[in-house]
């Protein structure tokens, strides 16, 4: 059975956002994983033939997605219901 | 009265280590269940005899938003090999987001004896052991579980009493951005609410705290310290929440299997309930 071989993990940010790039090579193929590190989803996954390849088409991928994370305005205060 | 396991006895009967783990990869008196948040991730590699089930279509009630109904579970339980006897070894990806999710469901239909892989999918890919594709031939089993135990499920007007009475410890376990209400959901996830924000008087504690960076859990003594900071002690009620569920589910597991607090509930309802409730209070800081 194939082992998991050369595992990297680092960090970095997209579109402002901390992300976590995990990469290794099961046979000959590499595997890349890309969360959002806090909370720690998994947002993105490729292969390549090459460590490189693997984490480029991802980073692209997330790069993409982390784009699209809508922001509310700051916030401003508390707000209650009486009664509920 | 039940005289309650020390944290560290506590600990032994609910995790595994993944070294435990490939020493019992053919015993026939344990079943290892991979359970993902990313559901094509069994597929693509898991670990040798271990089952795949997949959090969104066989751990949940596919047409009211629910748990698995006691019949599916029963069955599949009983398809994947598993009887009332038999241990149960969780693991998943995100350091067990959706393994803890099924081990609450499991605990909820009264299972003896479950475990988690400490450390997950992730530990087990990083120590480089083996992988495989072939799923396990499995021979049903017949099972039977328990009336469900609600003594660790929060629903809705529970919470709203905590909240409004503080009759128990809120915690709210979510990434510090979705708790003030800057975001919805985390980032590349969908978002699932209409506000944003926390509910009052729930304290925030990201789950991802009770972690060391191997994704293992950290000590009973670094936990104790942890929840008992924002006021989580053992000798109070606690419910957690997050988003949909599974991420509370992991503190759950943390606050009553490992710390042994005796009275911790899952609100599996969490933000995406709440939050889309029509005139419920949302405090923001």
């Not at chain 1, 956002?17 to 595997?31: A, E, F, K, S």
């Not at chain 2, 081990?103 to 239909?109: A, G």
């Amino acid at each position: 059975m194939p082992k998991p071989e050369e595992y990297s993990e680092k960090k970095t940010e997209l579109a402002g956002w901390p992300v976590n790039i995990v990469t290794y090579r099961l046979g000959t193929v590499y595997h890349t994983t890309i969360d959002n590190t806090d909370p720690g989803a998994w947002v993105v996954k490729a292969q390549g033939a090459t460590k490189q390849e693997a984490e480029s088409k991802a980073l692209k991928d997330a790069q993409a997605l982390m784009e699209k994370v809508k922001k509310s305005k700051p916030p401003t205060g508390c707000t209650s219901v009486p009664g509920f | 009265m039940a005289v309650q396991a020390s944290p560290a006895a506590a600990q032994q009967t609910v995790l595994v280590s993944t070294d435990w783990v490939s020493q019992h990869l053919n015993d026939p008196s344990i079943r290892i269940v991979e359970v993902d948040v990313d559901t094509k991730a069994y597929g693509e590699s898991h670990v040798p005899s271990a089952l795949g089930w997949a959090w969104d279509t066989q751990l949940c009630d596919t047409v009211r938003r629910d748990i698995i109904p006691q019949a599916k579970f029963e069955q599949l339980l009983g398809q994947s090999g598993i009887d009332n006897s038999t241990t149960v070894v969780l693991y998943g990806d995100n350091n067990n987001w959706f393994a803890a999710w099924a081990f609450w469901q499991l605990k909820v239909y009264g299972h003896k004896d479950v475990r988690l892989m400490n450390g997950g999918r992730k530990k087990w890919i990083a120590e480089g052991r083996e992988l495989t594709t072939d799923a396990p031939q499995v021979s049903s089993k017949s099972y039977k579980a328990q009336s469900p135990d609600n003594s660790i499920r929060a629903f809705l007007p529970e919470v709203m009493k905590a909240s409004s009475e503080k009759s128990a410890a809120l915690v709210d376990v979510r990434s510090p951005q979705e708790y003030s209400g800057e975001i919805l959901a985390p980032p590349g996830l969908p978002e699932t609410c209409q506000r944003g924000g926390h509910i009052p008087g729930a304290k925030s504690m990201p789950w991802g705290k009770a972690c060391n960076e191997d994704g293992t859990f950290k000590n009973t003594d670094e936990l104790k310290a942890l929840y008992g900071g924002i006021g989580v002690t053992a000798d109070k009620p606690a419910i957690a929440y997050c988003r949909i569920g599974e991420r509370s589910s992991h503190t759950w597991f943390v606050l009553k299997h490992l710390l042994g607090y005796k009275n911790v509930k899952n609100y599996d309802g969490s933000w995406t309930e709440w939050g889309n409730l029509v005139a419920a209070p949302v405090e923001k800081p």
